[in-house]
């Protein structure tokens, strides 16, 4: 890996140096910094501050651990198997932006707008996500157990084979989310919007309507 004392840090922050691939970044200012479309593919950014940072399209699958990116531009960008446990990302734009495999184990979501994003598989243990956005996000087979989800709002999201094991659903909003094969164990669910799931009591299976009907 290389030493960030081998490079100009304020052109990395103006944009001018792109190319920040396996680079030792940790702990180092970049907050604000104009990093759009920027290649960071495992680049060590543990303890980084990328707070306000624009990091549009970045690839950005590298080692985030306890990093700061409040209020960071994430739009588009590819942060696949990223390691962001810990990581700060209040007030950051999500929007098309890809976290699947990411470990975001206590990562700090909260009030996020995370509507479709995908999170396929990421480990989210932990995490709080009290009152985010997450509409229509694919959250297939990602481990939330002990996360917290209260009041936030997952109406048509993706959750099948998801573990929710001790997460804090309270107030949550899950009309018509797809929840087949969830793991549910010691999930907090007191006021959780279920209309439309299979764990609505008024639900009713179409096929099950039809073959009432044809009886």
Avoid at 28 to 38: C, E, K, N, P, Y
Avoid at 60 to 74: E, F, Q, S
Avoid at 113 to 121: I, S, T
């Amino acid at each position: 890996m290389t030493h960030t004392s081998s490079f100009d840090l304020n052109a990395i922050r103006a944009g001018q140096q792109r190319n920040l691939a396996h680079l030792d970044l940790a702990g180092t200012d970049l907050s604000g910094a104009q990093l759009a479309g920027a290649n960071l593919f495992q680049a060590d950014l543990r303890g980084a501050d990328l707070s306000g940072a624009d990091l549009r399209g970045a690839i950005l699958r590298a080692n985030l651990r306890g990093a700061d990116l409040p209020g960071a531009d994430l739009r588009g960008a590819d942060c696949r198997n990223a390691d962001l446990r810990g990581a700060n990302l209040l007030d950051a734009l999500f929007t098309e932006a890809s976290f699947a495999g990411a470990f975001l184990t206590a990562a700090l979501l909260t009030n996020g707008d995370l509507a479709a994003v995908d999170f396929r598989g990421a480990d989210l243990r932990g995490a709080s996500l009290m009152r985010a956005r997450l509409m229509q996000a694919d959250l297939s087979h990602a481990n939330l157990a002990g996360a917290d989800l209260s009041e936030a709002d997952l109406e048509e999201a993706i959750l099948t084979g998801a573990m929710l094991r001790g997460a804090n659903l309270c107030q949550a909003n899950l009309l018509c989310a797809q929840i087949e094969a969830v793991l549910w164990d010691g999930a907090y669910l007191l006021g959780t919007c279920l209309a439309g799931t299979p764990l609505d009591p008024s639900f009713r299976n179409p096929d099950h309507q039809k073959h009432s009907v044809d009886r």
